[in-house]
């Protein structure tokens, strides 16, 4: 088996693996992973030879802009204190004889937690959205400052020079290099698409925008993980067009795809990595091993302690001017943050990029050492909390809290029936209308809302609009087979002499079209 077939078999993995967690009750990235390590101890399957360099800008870009998707500005600003007290970067000395500059860059690579574990793992559990928004956004952020901290923490290592003030500059210029080119590329990316029009156009130009953003910043010295971050929430918050219903459609329907497929292979190479890791190793597996244990034991233990006082605080510092401040509301919320706190991509990806040498051609001091513990902590963290995440939460008793976003759903249901009847009031100014048009388009705004959350009207008007309900799902329903046999006739005429299949395709998509309508 080849590079090329292995990677085919992981996209596949990545594909079977969802359907088969959901009906297993197990998070799909930990089900990849398991995947992952049964094929790297098969004999048919190769090792990976993927350059270490290429995996953090081809496998992190689309994930942290799918993850940003989910989330938005406001989002992140509202819940800036819970994010940033939960920030943890562990300078770590537990390896015999390891410099420390190796060791710091060691607690920079394991620190941070996985975003894109946290939205797989624990967005899949129905917990609260403030829990899994503020898993997210740690995430992100720690990914940021412990990415700059691990550069610097090896070209320390690498020349054998240290400064604590170049450090401090260095990681100044990279977060403003990296903002201005997230921002700078976000304006143009919405330039772009105003130019491009179509909506296919568009989301492909969404695939090379996060790419782009991360190479152009690492160029200049800055942090592509900050630049993508920061390109991802230009465009979530000025790209937003009420009407652009196929954009809108097509876009969200292509991330989730890359999502999937992407998760499913980093997570995959995760598992694959660790055959490589345990032969380099060699005989001093179980010595490693003890070191590794003892590091998650650091990385876990000092995640609860911090998140304890950190959560404390921000409950002391939630006042009403920021009532919609995201922060866990109770010990068991707190618990199930702390558990689902796994390391992941971003962690694999800076471990195999550890240089082999420094700069006066000497070996890079401990480099088998770290890579062996970074991945221990992966694995413990990942497949251990991973797989222990669900029943915690079902054991706490942590679940969304339903009312409020049933709540949520009736105000915007009366918002949206509002605005509608307001439109359809200015509509009947400038217009004349028979009576029972009116009747019917004045019912028609009624039923937005109704549609949307049913709770929203008294009993006798939605047994009314249940009614109405029932009688709309019997046309549909015949609706749905005339346009089946349409389709069918369409198709059918593909093959038959003298028929242009591109004209045939556009018939089909306006049946399409008008099936989803």
Same mark, same amino acid.
């Given at each position: 088996?080849?590079?090329?077939?292995?990677?085919?078999?992981?996209?596949?993995?990545?594909?079977?693996?969802?359907?088969?967690?959901?009906?297993?009750?197990?998070?799909?990235?930990?089900?990849?992973?398991?995947?992952?390590?049964?094929?790297?101890?098969?004999?048919?399957?190769?090792?990976?030879?993927?350059?270490?360099?290429?995996?953090?800008?081809?496998?992190?870009?689309?994930?942290?802009?799918?993850?940003?998707?989910?989330?938005?500005?406001?989002?992140?600003?509202?819940?800036?204190?819970?994010?940033?007290?939960?920030?943890?970067?562990?300078?770590?000395?537990?390896?015999?004889?390891?410099?420390?500059?190796?060791?710091?860059?060691?607690?920079?690579?394991?620190?941070?937690?996985?975003?894109?574990?946290?939205?797989?793992?624990?967005?899949?559990?129905?917990?609260?959205?403030?829990?899994?928004?503020?898993?997210?956004?740690?995430?992100?952020?720690?990914?940021? !400052?412990? &990415?700059?901290?691990?550069?610097?923490?090896?070209?320390?290592?690498?020349?054998?020079?240290?400064?604590?003030?170049?450090?401090?500059?260095?990681?100044?210029?990279?977060?403003?290099?990296?903002?201005?080119?997230?921002?700078?590329? @976000?304006?143009?990316?919405?330039?772009?698409?105003?130019?491009?029009?179509?909506?296919?156009?568009?989301?492909?130009?969404?695939?090379?925008?996060?790419?782009?953003?991360?190479?152009?910043?690492?160029?200049?010295?800055?942090?592509?993980?900050?630049?993508?971050?920061?390109?991802?929430?230009?465009?979530?918050?000025?790209?937003?067009?009420?009407?652009?219903?196929?954009?809108?459609?097509?876009?969200?329907?292509?991330?989730?795809?890359?999502?999937?497929?992407?998760?499913?292979?980093?997570? @995959?190479?995760?598992?694959?990595?660790?055959?490589?890791?345990?032969?380099?190793?060699?005989?001093?597996?179980?010595?490693?091993?003890?070191?590794?244990?003892?590091?998650?034991?650091?990385?876990?233990?000092?995640?609860?302690?911090?998140?304890?006082?950190?959560?404390?605080?921000?409950?002391?510092?939630?006042?009403?001017?920021?009532?919609?401040?995201?922060?866990?509301?109770?010990?068991?919320?707190?618990?199930?943050?702390?558990?689902?706190?796994?390391?992941?991509?971003?962690?694999?990806?800076?471990?195999?990029?550890?240089?082999?040498?420094?700069?006066?051609?000497?070996?890079?001091?401990?480099?088998?050492?770290?890579?062996?513990?970074?991945?221990?902590?992966?694995?413990?963290?990942?497949?251990?909390?991973?797989? !222990?995440?669900?029943?915690?939460?079902?054991?706490?008793?942590?679940?969304?809290?339903?009312?409020?976003?049933?709540?949520?759903?009736?105000?915007?249901? @009366?918002?949206?029936?509002?605005?509608?009847?307001?439109?359809?009031?200015?509509?009947?100014?400038?217009?004349?209308?028979?009576?029972?048009?009116?009747?019917?388009?004045?019912?028609?705004?009624?039923?937005?809302?109704?549609? &949307?959350?049913?709770?929203?009207?008294?009993?006798?008007?939605?047994?009314?609009?249940?009614?109405?309900?029932?009688?709309?799902?019997?046309?549909?329903?015949?609706?749905?087979?005339?346009?089946?046999?349409?389709?069918?006739?369409?198709?059918?005429?593909?093959?038959?002499?003298?028929?242009?299949?591109?004209?045939?395709?556009?018939?089909?998509?306006?049946?399409?079209?008008?099936?989803?309508?």
């Amino acid at each position: 088996m080849d590079q090329m077939a292995l990677l085919l078999l992981l996209l596949l993995g990545a594909v079977l693996t969802v359907p088969l967690g959901q009906r297993l009750g197990l998070p799909a990235p930990v089900l990849m992973t398991l995947a992952g390590v049964a094929m790297a101890f098969s004999s048919f399957v190769p090792d990976v030879d993927i350059p270490p360099e290429i995996i953090l800008p081809a496998l992190l870009p689309p994930l942290l802009y799918a993850s940003v998707q989910r989330t938005s500005w406001r989002q992140f600003a509202a819940n800036k204190r819970p994010i940033f007290l939960s920030l943890i970067h562990i300078a770590d000395a537990i390896v015999p004889g390891l410099p420390i500059a190796a060791a710091v860059a060691l607690g920079a690579l394991v620190a941070p937690p996985d975003p894109v574990a946290a939205s797989a793992v624990a967005g899949s559990l129905g917990l609260p959205r403030r829990l899994v928004s503020i898993l997210e956004g740690e995430g992100l952020f720690n990914d940021v !400052t412990a &990415i700059v901290l691990y550069h610097v923490a090896i070209a320390a290592a690498v020349s054998g020079t240290f400064s604590l003030p170049e450090a401090f500059g260095l990681l100044i210029l990279s977060a403003v290099v990296a903002v201005v080119v997230g921002l700078a590329l @976000g304006w143009l990316t919405i330039k772009l698409m105003g130019l491009l029009g179509d909506a296919t156009l568009q989301v492909g130009l969404t695939l090379l925008v996060p790419f782009v953003s991360y190479v152009l910043a690492e160029e200049l010295m800055g942090s592509g993980v900050l630049a993508v971050l920061t390109t991802a929430l230009f465009l979530a918050e000025h790209t937003a067009d009420a009407d652009d219903v196929q954009g809108r459609l097509t876009g969200r329907s292509f991330w989730e795809i890359v999502d999937t497929l992407v998760t499913g292979v980093a997570f @995959g190479l995760i598992g694959l990595e660790l055959h490589s890791v345990f032969g380099t190793a060699g005989d001093r597996v179980p010595e490693l091993l003890g070191w590794g244990l003892a590091v998650v034991a650091v990385v876990v233990g000092v995640r609860l302690l911090w998140l304890l006082p950190a959560t404390w605080l921000a409950k002391r510092l939630h006042t009403r001017r920021d009532y919609d401040e995201d922060i866990p509301t109770s010990w068991r919320e707190t618990v199930v943050m702390w558990w689902a706190g796994m390391r992941g991509v971003a962690s694999v990806a800076l471990a195999l990029a550890i240089p082999l040498e420094t700069d006066d051609g000497k070996p890079f001091p401990g480099r088998d050492e770290i890579v062996f513990i970074a991945f221990v902590v992966i694995m413990a963290t990942l497949v251990v909390q991973g797989l !222990t995440l669900p029943w915690l939460v079902r054991t706490l008793g942590v679940r969304a809290d339903t009312d409020a976003e049933r709540a949520l759903e009736r105000e915007l249901a @009366g918002r949206a029936a509002g605005a509608a009847k307001r439109r359809l009031k200015e509509i009947e100014e400038e217009e004349d209308f028979p009576d029972d048009v009116v009747e019917r388009l004045h019912r028609v705004a009624y039923d937005i809302g109704a549609r &949307i959350s049913p709770d929203m009207v008294d009993e006798e008007r939605r047994e009314a609009y249940a009614r109405r309900v029932e009688r709309f799902k019997a046309v549909s329903r015949v609706q749905r087979d005339m346009l089946s046999a349409a389709r069918h006739e369409v198709l059918s005429a593909r093959n038959e002499p003298g028929a242009d299949p591109e004209i045939v395709d556009r018939v089909l998509r306006y049946l399409d079209v008008r099936s989803l309508r």
